[in-house]
């Protein structure tokens, strides 16, 4: 099955500066990688997707980029601001009959923004 | 709209007792799955349905049983509680974005102790 990891598992990054969180997957098959933010307390929510067809993906602040070849995909959070404090999950999956449901997800990186 | 309702959202069971995690969602979603959620081990796939009638097993189904018999619920069973039960159990259910991209969208979240 699907194997992700996911790095740093805690970040803090001065308000303003820029963020990155890294992941890697192992099964070639997998080909949509979407990215999840956790507030605190709070239920997971979709911030940012890509498809294994893209090399990066941007919405307003935040970026996604993958490298097929290598495996790994990496997300870029701009212009940090408080509210952007929380976990971060990336994750992985390949297609199946449905679609792109079944989702591996890594261990999450604490995202801490320092005012 | 209520999205995607768990109930209930803390729970303290002994060890051996059983229970029932209700999730319901009224987005007609045909995709819906659990993941329990550990501290540094990420969103973990219990189990998951595409459709009423049809679950299958994710990565970590052992002392846990589904149903499905409609689209709208799917009910998590602890058989015999155990203390590594102790966990964040989330319900989501997924819609089919373009491309076969899908979002989840998760419920609030149940705090479960077993002492």
């Known amino acids: 099955g699907e194997n992700v990891e996911q790095h740093p598992s805690t970040l803090s990054v001065q308000e303003g500066d820029s963020a990155v969180i890294k992941c890697t997957y192992s099964d070639s098959a997998s080909n949509y990688f979407p990215w999840y933010k956790q507030e605190l307390g709070k239920r997971p929510q979709l911030i940012i997707d890509i498809r294994s067809n893209v090399g990066e993906k941007k919405d307003q602040r935040i970026a996604v980029t993958l490298n097929k070849t290598a495996k790994h995909f990496s997300l870029h959070i701009t212009e940090t601001q408080p509210e952007d404090s929380a976990v971060y999950f990336c994750a992985a999956s390949s297609t199946s009959n449905f679609g792109n449901e079944k989702l591996t997800f890594g261990t999450g990186t604490r995202l801490t923004i320092i005012p | ?115």
């Open chain 2, 1 to 115: 709209n209520a999205g995607v309702t768990q109930t209930p959202k803390f729970q303290v069971l002994k060890t051996g007792q059983s229970m029932t995690l209700q999730c319901a969602q009224d987005m007609n979603h045909e995709y819906m799955s659990w993941y329990r959620q550990d501290p540094g081990m990420g969103l973990r796939l219990i189990h998951y349905s595409v459709g009423a009638g049809i679950t299958d097993q994710g990565e970590v189904p052992n002392g846990y049983n589904v149903s499905r018999s409609t689209t709208e619920d799917f009910p998590l069973r602890l058989l015999s509680a155990a203390p590594s039960q102790t966990s964040v159990y989330f319900c989501a259910s997924s819609v089919l974005l373009g491309q076969g991209d899908t979002e989840a969208f998760f419920g609030q979240g149940t705090r479960l102790t077993v002492v």
